[in-house]
């Protein structure tokens, strides 16, 4: 191999330091929001917080954790991120498995059928007609039904099982197991991969998702995190407007609002790193579509 | 047909279904849920050409004024929704032009480093914002960018500046917006890219290497028009979506000082026709928005393959 030149050197350590700018924008807001969260509530009055928590205290926290509203909506986003990742990726596998068959009968025309869902949509305003027709508005079923199936991870799956050589199911097939037991013992198996990244990507959308929450759920007890979060925000920042009429601690709201957004997001955040190696490869075949 | 291929063909179906029915079985309840969450909400799109009320059944609601278009023009009419247009145009338009270059920049030099585990580091860190919600992105905006007591304004008024309003004004708003982004996606959208490096022909960069090609002229010369088709077909589907966008970040984002350039199609919808109960106004506006995306997607679509790349489908 050639040795490297003083400019290539040079350009080497550029990139670097490039990169570990970017790390640190990326970073830098949530260690912000942790010192927040940690500070005491003078310092924060006082502006002095930066990116160390000064007068280290976990007050905050204990506060978010003594509210019943808050733990309520977090224990039901919770119990709801594990149902819809299961229902989703129960509905996922059953509608990707049999499309695979090329002998399938009707395969073309349920193809088409999928397709045409991913290029219109009906809109916002017949969606939410159609959730009031069938009873759905604030019903929790609504926070799970409607976004139960998604067709471009359908496609994704789809793709992850045709990589799957079919002389494994062809054996099986002479063997005489039915096609529900192949999906069981050989698909499902050599699936992990797909699966686990399906399954961050379903628990993702759930986890974040507030929009369906806000449209269709007018019951408060089912608030999900997402939503709750939203309120505080804003609720929070008309509390400050009162504070400065002298009503409770300005500091105390900051390092709350704090605390809840990082509850709210460490669940996610320890997820995923652990994930990375199969979300990698499961963006990557649902770019390349075919 | 014979008596005897009638009955082989029965016997044929008989073997044919014996072996496949568990398939029809495991597919009926996606088949069944895509037709009632996506095809039977289809029933309601007429109520953009209707007068719409809450008793009367939608098939016989009567037709609106001016054979039917009155909501149409009603919309175009509406300064509101004008507003909602252009933002949703403007906006799209600053992510496509900022916002989709920087996962390929970033893809490109994460390609040039030669420490593998700083590469493997760096990335992890660049995909976490992709896993935040858009509410916890507004408030960890707040917490950075707010007048008094965010960070970057604390920091800028210790060196003597003023504090600039990030969010709360106009301009200010839409670059916090555009900004948060790209923060928000070049990590995540950088994934694609550098799958499509990776499948390079190494011996390609070995030739360049040979006829005295430097870095810069091998990604030039050779990495970017590598991943030229991947490049291609995303940017066909931004394209499509020009008109298109989510709901959460205008939602999250949105305040009442910036509503005149911040309210999008996809809130104005929201606001106007869930909170203000205008169905027939808001549907005739979302159903302009899925036909006009639509459009632009077969546009998109036939350009790239006029130009000889491929499509996307």
Redesign the interface.
């Known amino acids: 191999m ?1 040795v490297k030149s003083t400019t ?1 050197k040079i ?2 350590w550029v ?2 330091i ?3 700018v ?2 640190l ?6 260690i ?2 942790l010192a ?1 969260s940690l500070s005491g509530t003078d310092f ?1 009055v006082r ?1 002095e917080v ?2 160390l928590p000064k007068g280290l205290n976990f007050d905050a926290y204990g506060t978010v954790l003594k509210d019943p509203k808050y733990i309520r909506a977090f224990v039901w986003t919770v119990f709801l991120t594990i149902v819809c990742t299961i229902a989703s990726l129960t ?2 596998t ?2 990707a ?2 499309l695979i ?1 090329e ?3 009707g395969r073309k025309a ?1 193809n088409i ?2 397709t045409i ?1 991913m ?12 959730m009031q027709k ?1 009873h759905l508005l604030s019903n929790p079923l609504v926070l799970i ?2 976004g ?2 998604s ?1 471009y991870n ?1 496609i994704i799956m789809r793709s992850f099982f045709y990589g799957i050589p079919d002389s494994l199911r062809e054996s099986a097939e002479i063997d005489g197991a ?3 037991r192949i999906l069981m013992s050989i698909y499902l198996p050599l699936s992990k991969p797909v699966m686990a990244t399906l399954a961050l990507f379903y628990a ?1 959308g759930r ?5 369906d929450a ?2 269709y759920m007018r019951d408060d007890r089912f608030y999900t995190l ?1 939503l709750l ?2 309120n505080i ?1 804003n609720n929070i920042n008309q509390v400050e407007v009162a504070t400065q009429e002298g009503f409770s601690a300005p500091g105390l709201a ?1 390092s709350l ?2 605390a809840i ?1 990082m509850f ?2 460490i669940p ?2 320890c997820i ?2 652990f994930l ?1 190696k199969y979300f ?1 490869h499961g ?2 075949l649902g ?1 390349v ?1 075919e | 047909m014979s008596r005897q291929a009638k009955a082989q063909n029965k016997a044929g179906a008989g073997v044919y279904l014996k072996k496949y029915w568990q398939l029809y079985v495991m597919l009926f309840l996606p088949l069944l849920y895509l037709l009632i969450f996506k095809y039977a909400p289809m029933i309601y799109v007429q109520i953009a050409f209707k007068k719409y009320s809450l008793v009367e059944s939608v098939w016989k609601l009567p037709l609106a004024a001016n054979h039917g278009f009155e909501y149409f023009i009603k919309a175009f009419g509406n300064n509101d929704f004008r507003y909602a247009l252009r933002n949703t145009l403007t906006l799209n338009l600053l992510d496509l032009v900022f916002g989709f270059p920087a996962p390929i920049i970033f893809a490109l030099i994460l390609n040039e480093l030669c420490f593998q585990r700083y590469k493997k580091v760096v990335q992890t860190i660049a995909y976490m914002p992709h896993f935040l919600s858009w509410v916890i992105i507004y408030s960890l905006a707040l917490q950075l960018l707010a007048p008094n007591d965010g960070l970057v304004n604390m920091v800028i008024m210790k060196l003597g500046g003023s504090s600039i309003p990030f969010l709360n004004d106009a301009a200010h708003w839409i670059g916090s917006y555009i900004g948060f982004g790209i923060w928000q996606n070049f990590g995540w959208g950088s994934i694609v890219y550098l799958a499509s490096i990776a499948g390079i022909n190494p011996e390609l960069y070995e030739a360049a290497a040979v006829d005295g090609a430097g870095r810069f002229r091998k990604m030039w010369h050779i990495t970017l028009p590598g991943i030229k088709p991947t490049i291609v077909v995303l940017l066909i589907m931004n394209l499509g979506n020009i008109l298109g966008g989510g709901f959460d970040r205008p939602f999250a984002f949105q305040n009442n000082l910036v509503m005149k350039v911040a309210d999008v199609i996809a809130t104005y919808v929201y606001r106007v026709g869930i909170k203000g109960l205008q169905f027939s106004l808001t549907t005739a506006v979302g159903l302009f928005q899925s036909v006009v995306g639509v459009f632009f997607l077969l546009m998109a679509n036939f350009i790239s393959r006029k130009l000889g790349e491929r499509g996307i489908w």
Do not use: E, R
């Not at chain 1, 924008?25 to 949530?30: K, L, S, Y």
């Not at chain 1, 290029?119 to 159609?130: E, K, Q, R, V, W």
């Not at chain 1, 986890?207 to 929009?211: C, D, E, L, P």
């Open positions: 050639k290539d350009w080497d990139f670097v490039f990169c570990f970017v790390s924008i990326c970073v830098i807001p949530m912000n929001l927040k924060l502006n930066y990116l509905m996922t059953l509608c498995y049999p068959f002998h399938l009968k349920i059928f999928i869902t290029f219109f949509n009906a809109g916002t305003i017949p969606n939410y007609l159609l069938l039904i409607p139960v199936l067709v359908m039915s096609l529900f993702v986890w974040n998702g507030y929009s806000l449209m997402q979060l939203y925000i900051a609002k704090a957004v709210s997001t996610i955040l995923y790193p990375q990698i963006v990557t770019a579509k």
